[in-house]
Nanobody, 121 residues
Framework: VQLQASGGGLVQAGGSLRLSCAAS????????MAWFRQAPGKEREFVAS???????LYADSVKGRFTISRDNAKNTMYLQMNSLKPDDTAVYFC????????????????WGQGTLVTVSS
């Protein structure tokens, strides 16, 4: 399984970005997928997940602002981020593979390389 995250960048507070996670074939149809983020000096934290068994989950901090989705035909997962805040600044990682407890990073087997999102105030 290979994952490639992209779409990060510098945006002003209140702006939007869309992250993409390109996956190797059949990954999205096989595994639970998720986005995590890690700010400098902080632990990696759950952002959102999408899976056949559980559906879609969001961290409370992004609920109503972020939308996770996937396009199985393109083998790509997305994270649409709106109303961005400086606290959203982090490296965002896509992950695949958890079968249970999809909000726990250590349950994922596969990780992309991360894409940096910087939100200026």
């Amino acid at each position: 399984v290979q994952l490639q995250a992209s779409g990060g960048g510098l945006v002003q507070a209140g702006g939007s970005l869309r992250l993409s996670c390109a996956a190797s074939a059949r990954t999205l149809s096989t595994y639970a997928m998720a986005w995590f983020r890690q700010a400098p000096g902080k632990e990696r934290e759950f952002v959102a997940s999408i899976s056949w068994s559980i559906g879609i989950l969001y961290a409370d901090s992004v609920k109503g602002r972020f939308t996770i989705s996937r396009d199985n035909a393109k083998n790509t997962m997305y994270l649409q981020m709106n109303s961005l805040k400086p606290d959203d600044t982090a490296v965002y990682f896509c992950a695949a593979g958890a079968s249970l407890s999809v909000q726990v990073a250590r349950n994922y087997n596969y990780w992309g390389q991360g894409t940096l999102v910087t939100v200026s105030s």
